[in-house]
């Protein structure tokens, strides 16, 4: 592959590591949910995924960290002419896949520790302030949950799924980004904007839908007796 493929950053990071290449500096995240996260961290390439151990959530605070997402930039952490646009930072792209994989409301807030695996006294990082427009917000809803699985105890043993993840291609990649993306607007606006929530999802399904078509050789005839063998 080279280098100025468009990719999402998430992906290209993950493949430098993939390569043998070693991180410089590393940045801790706070992921915001309304759910339950149960298990140990998880190792995903350069990313860690830690359980905060937020236990069950309270009325008064409608979302709160629940895990912690470590990334170790390995690719430049800098925004490059290749980035696939997705309208999000680097830890949005994880959280959004972390989102799709649980099947969750989750959202990323901005860095709360800083690693600089140059120096060699510095073990355990150092921490960050989190800027208030970088604090997700989760308003309350409908009385009744519009999505009732969007709420629930996830176990971080399903992640493991996302090592397929850099195995893709680049177009392939871009596709299950911005449809995660997608996906996790959805979850995270369905109390509220359950309209909206629908165009969303539908647009998500349209998107994988577009990356399967261009990709495929398979003549329409073969397509149809797949999808529609009633016909």
């Known amino acids: 592959m080279t280098d100025d493929v468009e990719r999402p950053k998430s992906w290209a990071n993950w493949r430098a590591h ?25 190792d995903l390439g350069p990313y860690t995924v830690m359980n905060l151990r937020a236990g069950e959530r ?6 709160r960290p629940v895990m ?3 990334i170790q930039y390995v690719a430049n952490p800098n925004p490059q002419d290749e980035d696939a646009e997705n309208g999000r930072r680097h830890p949005d ?7 799709l994989v649980l099947g969750v409301r989750l959202q990323a807030g901005g860095a709360t520790r800083h690693f600089d695996f ?16 970088e604090t997700p917000v989760l308003l309350p809803g409908a009385w009744t949950p519009i999505i ?18 850099p195995r893709l291609s680049p177009r392939d990649a871009i596709a299950v980004m911005r449809s995660a993306r997608l996906y996790q607007d959805a979850l995270w ?10 165009l969303l999802l539908v647009s998500a399904v349209e998107t994988a839908a577009n ?16 999808f529609e063998p009633r016909l």
């Open 58 to 63: 309270r009325e008064t605070a409608l979302a």
């Open 148 to 165: 009732a699985h969007a709420r629930r105890t996830a176990k971080l043993g399903e992640l493991d799924l996302l090592d397929t993840y």
């Open 93 to 99: 792209e994880m959280a959004a896949l972390i989102s």
């Open 68 to 70: 912690s997402l470590r």
């Open 211 to 226: 990356a399967y078509k261009n990709g495929a050789e398979t003549a329409p005839a073969d397509l149809l007796r797949e």
């Open 18 to 42: 993939l390569e043998g290449k070693h991180a410089r500096t590393a940045h801790e995240f706070d992921l915001y949910s309304d759910s339950v996260v149960r298990g140990t961290a998880r």
């Open 118 to 133: 140059w120096n060699k006294d510095e073990t355990v990082g150092e921490p960050r302030a989190q800027a208030e427009v």
């Open 189 to 198: 606006l369905s109390e509220r904007e359950a309209c909206l929530t629908w």
